[in-house]
């Protein structure tokens, strides 16, 4: 049957990619992928940044990830921190926490190992 092949087909890609979440973000020459190998829950999620420069991987960054939703009626400003561990090959990993339903803002600050700055700016909505 042509759908359960399909059906199959995509389920090998999903695994073969092992993201359930991802997004992308780019600054100047910089894009970044932000993924977590489990679908975004309220509360503790892993994260994984990976960063390129003109397609090589950036190695031996200081890399942070803020997550943030503004006030909202009967709701302070929420935010969260994680500074994120060296995986190599250009990836970094951290946890941050998203306490409640909605749209969260990502902010990935990169520090190259030359010094320069970076703010990588994407979304995740649970
Ligand atoms: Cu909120």
Known sequence: MKSKFILVAMLLASLSFGAAWEQSASVQNIKAAVSSNKPLVVGRNELVVTLKQQNKPIEN??????????????????????????????????????????TWQLHIFVTTKEGKKYRLKTSATI
């Open 61 to 102: 960054a200081v890399v942070e990830v803020k997550a943030f939703m503004p006030a909202m009626p009967g709701m302070p400003a929420m935010e969260s921190r994680g500074k994120a561990v060296r995986q190599g090959h250009g990836s970094y990993k951290t946890t941050v926490s998203l306490d409640m339903r909605g």
